[in-house]
């Protein structure tokens, strides 16, 4: 199907596998040479495994760094998947339907219906929309949220005259989740369209980016996925507002070097990517793994498998690193980010069933494994730390000596301070010194050094994402070490909903989720200053982090400081600086699509079942279910149990049962508009009080 | 109880014994957005007849309002299946978001007008495409073992190995 790759493609895995292997070999010889001294104990045997396996990982990630710096350098790549764009012939543009889906589960709909319309907006900008379909593939189980969506996409349809290009439906049960919806999708409407590209809740995509890559896949047969890096942008809390900045100023030498090693056999990170249909149709049907939750069942973190099934069926998958105008939203708090990242820990271990799977490339398998390993690190780093302090415990306790036998002539104990200090420097310094050469960059290019606010800022900027960086670390490694404990203990934590909108943290519940971490901290200080001073100054870095978890947690969520770090020109983003076209589009947007402007009733859920027109659009987009006897007494009872005790005796659970079934809407309707006894339940629609 | 009038359900009766009832639907017709108040009044009472005619001799006035209310419903969907057979849940969206502003009138006067029928079909919501359906079998994936782990690797090493050999092979015979 595909032609063969050329040598040189070999040859860049060669020289990148090669200097993450040497330099691993270096500095774990600096560190045997430390060990060996006096005979390498079955701990340190213990250590120096652990540190290869750390070691590995950031050397890794140093060199793909390090590699991506020197093409964005010289702004040279022969391979990058964009320099085969070209122009998509006019006789093909509407042969070439693109389906632009949007999965969503209970998400703010205002917020998705404004990333739609920027979208949809951006694409009619550059005269391009005729190319695409929009879908929003809701799997939203809240009442409320459901009927809101209609109404917003009602809203959206009538005022971007969108009817019949802008499409919406929802799913009455939300089989297999995001993977389930998305081929839900493909096996209802797949055969119409050439391409989709999968946005996420939180996505924004320019329209440019969007031509750009139906091009891509149009010039390139071979190709099923290109994955465009999404840059996070739109919040405003101190904390997002780091990671914001961190994520744009040295995502892309991360992606350029990403790109370097895995070139055709790349990887799928489950939004702001196009896909070939066909071929995802015809390889992508995902199994339940064998066993039951978090190892068996649904597999989560879909995305990673599909690009790995893509690559076994010989297809290739792309990440077109620098095409631009991709966008997504990050959590806004430290909390936040933890809560998403448990979701994906879970996502990234079930992946242990699969990296040893049949006939997957090897770099999907290493795909695989670095999902793993982004989660397992963690707890090794952990145990690392922990198994250090007991080695400097039994080093603390060990008293020199310095004459032998009948020995007059002292014997110096050999200090291997310049090894260890090596080590440790070799280490950071493949933590920061990317930072450094995203500054390097920066330095030379007067229009990216303008849009970070200036040279000195940004550089201050480094600086103190730096040291939030180090406060922050031992934060999520205690978030991720026991996120890893729970799941190998068998403990499933489902798909909960995110939080994406900014607020700030509250003291309780800061204290309910770092006081461990922050008890933790304060027992270890105190152990190792007693017992191990020498080793309790090298620690303070992470025990800071750990003591400071709770205050840096709150602090970190405000807005306020956010908004007074961006005025002081810190942390500042080219998105910030000059926002791009979609992303006003999109803020423009958000005022269009307030609630309030469709809120009628006490609830969306009370406006589907009185208010005329919401009801008539709400059982028009509702499939037709047939129901037995035992359920029609059962949505009878509910439907009274609504009408004497008022809606909120109801779960969410009962209300969406009401809303799914249409003759039980109607019959409620007219019982509504008809109850002459408003006596009961103490609650009497707003529609009915105003018609009256 | 009331005891109940039957007419003709286009003929006007003096509904005043079923005020209660009465003020119902008028408020309902309000709520689906007919402002003239004469004809709020004519296509309730209307409904009312309607309501009337199916009813036993004697009702509470509660069921009289729900039989009423389901005959605005049944006016409504009668009138929408002359004007838009295919589709007339979606039709009934589009009237009450102002396709047709003078539907009361057609439906009071049981008339459509041509232009309305072109009208609500160009309004006609439009949720989903027609279906082009794609078949997306489930994949197999088979989990591999340490065994065959080992294989994996012990034909890595073979073709390291003969790739090894071949350039010997070939090294050799340039000499």
């Known amino acids: ?692 | 109880m009331v005891e109940l009038q039957r007419q003709h359900p286009d003929s006007v009766v003096d509904l005043s014994l079923h005020d209660p009832a009465l003020v119902r639907i008028k408020a309902y017709w309000r709520g689906l957005g007919v402002v003239d108040e004469t004809k709020v009044t004519l296509l309730s009472q209307r409904a009312m007849q309607r309501a009337l005619n199916c009813l036993h001799t004697s009702v509470t006035q509660e069921e009289l309002t729900l039989r009423a209310l389901q005959e605005v419903q049944n006016m409504m969907d009668e009138w929408l299946t002359v004007a838009s057979p295919e589709k007339p849940l979606l039709a009934r969206v589009a009237l009450l978001d102002g396709a047709v502003p003078d539907w009361p009138m057609q439906l009071a006067t049981h008339s459509h007008r041509p232009e309305t029928i072109s009208i609500l079909s160009q309004t006609l919501p439009e949720p989903v495409p027609p279906y082009g359906e794609l078949a997306m079998p489930e994949q197999r994936i088979v989990s591999g073992s340490f065994l065959y782990l080992m294989t994996v690797l012990k034909q890595l090493l073979l073709s390291c190995l003969d790739a090894l050999k071949r350039r010997l092979t070939r090294t050799g015979q340039a000499k």
């Open chain 1, 1 to 692: 199907m595909n032609p063969p790759f050329p040598t040189s493609y070999a040859l860049r895995r060669v020289i990148f596998f090669s200097l993450t292997l040497v330099t691993t070999l270096i500095a774990m010889g600096l560190l045997i040479s430390v060990y060996q001294t006096d005979g390498i104990s079955p701990l340190e045997v213990v250590l120096l495994v652990l540190y290869a396996i750390l070691l590995l990982w950031i050397c890794a990630s140093f060199w793909t760094a390090m590699i991506g710096f020197v093409i964005r350098l010289t702004r040279r790549d022969r391979y990058a998947i964009s320099a085969t764009a070209g122009v998509v012939p006019a006789e093909c543009a509407t042969a070439l339907h693109t389906a632009i889906v949007m999965p969503v589960y209970n998400e703010e709909p205002s917020r998705v219906f404004a990333r739609l319309s920027a979208v949809y907006q951006s694409l009619q900008e550059i005269g391009q929309l005729e190319l695409f379909d929009f879908f929003i593939l809701s799997d939203t189980q809240d009442p409320d949220i459901w009927i809101e969506e209609e109404l917003q996409w009602h809203h959206l349809c009538q005022s971007l005259n969108g009817k019949g290009r802008i499409f919406y439906r929802n799913r009455f049960r939300n089989t297999g989740r995001k993977s389930g919806n998305i081929a839900d999708f493909c096996s209802r409407w797949g055969a119409r369209y050439r391409y989709m590209i999968v946005l996420d809740a939180d996505s924004l995509m320019a329209g440019t980016t969007l031509v750009d890559m139906v091009r891509l896949m149009e010039n390139n047969p071979p190709v099923a996925l290109i994955q465009v890096p999404p840059v996070p942008v739109n919040r405003v809390s101190l904390f997002a507002r780091i990671m914001q900045f961190a994520s744009t100023i040295y995502g892309p030498l991360f992606t350029t070097g990403l790109n370097y090693w895995q070139l055709g056999e790349g990887n799928y990170w489950g939004h702001n990517a196009i896909l070939r249909i066909q071929p995802f149709a015809d390889c992508c049907g995902l199994p339940d793994l064998p066993g039951r939750e978090p190892f068996g069942g649904k597999i989560l973190s879909h995305d990673f498998v599909e690009a790995a099934l893509l690559r076994r069926a010989g297809w290739q998958v792309w990440l077109a690193y620098d095409l631009g105008g991709s966008y997504e939203e990050i959590p806004p708090t430290l909390i936040d980010y933890a809560k998403r990242d448990r979701r994906w820990c879970q996502g990234n271990l079930q992946h242990t069933r699969l990296v040893f799977a049949r006939g997957l490339h090897p770099l999907s398998r290493l795909h695989l494994l670095m999902g793993i390993m982004s989660y397992l690190a963690s707890p090794l780093w952990l145990l690392f730390l922990v198994l250090t302090g007991i080695e400097a415990f039994i080093q603390a306790q060990d008293q020199p000596v310095y004459f032998f036998g009948d020995s007059f002539t002292p014997v110096w104990p050999v200090s291997y301070a310049v090894e260890m200090q090596t080590v440790l420097v070799v280490t950071l310094a493949f933590l920061f010194l990317p930072k450094l050469l995203a500054l390097l960059l920066l330095a030379r290019d007067t229009q990216l050094r303008r849009s970070y606010g200036g040279f000195s800022r940004a550089t201050l900027s480094v600086f103190l994402e730096s040291l939030f960086s180090v406060l922050l670390a031992p934060i999520l490694m205690l978030f991720q070490a026991k996120f890893v404990l729970l799941i190998l203990a068998r403990r499933a934590i489902g798909w909960p909903v995110q939080q994406r909108d900014d607020h700030q943290t509250g003291v309780k519940e800061a204290c309910f989720a770092h006081v461990g971490q922050t008890a933790l901290g304060i027992a270890i200080g105190i152990g190792s200053y007693l017992y191990i001073p020498n080793f309790f100054w090298w620690f303070t870095p992470v025990l800071l982090g750990m003591v400071l978890a709770i205050p840096l947690s709150i602090f970190s969520s405000s807005v306020k400081w956010g908004q007074v770090t961006q005025r002081m020109g810190l942390f500042l983003t080219p998105q910030e600086t000059k926002p791009p076209r979609v992303l006003t589009l999109f803020r423009e947007a958000i005022e269009r699509t307030s609630p309030s402007k469709l809120l009628k009733e006490h609830s969306f859920f009370l406006q589907a079942l009185n208010h005329p027109f919401t009801h008539a659009l709400h059982t028009a987009l509702l499939p037709s279910r047939t129901t037995n006897r035992r359920q029609r007494h059962y949505l009878e009872g509910l439907g009274y149990q609504l009408l004497d005790c008022g809606p909120s005796s109801l779960s969410a659970a009962e209300k969406r049962e009401l809303l799914a079934h249409r003759e039980t809407l109607l019959r409620l309707h007219v019982l509504l508009w008809g109850d002459l006894d408003s006596e009961h339940g103490a609650w009497v629609p707003e529609a009915t009080k105003q018609a009256l």
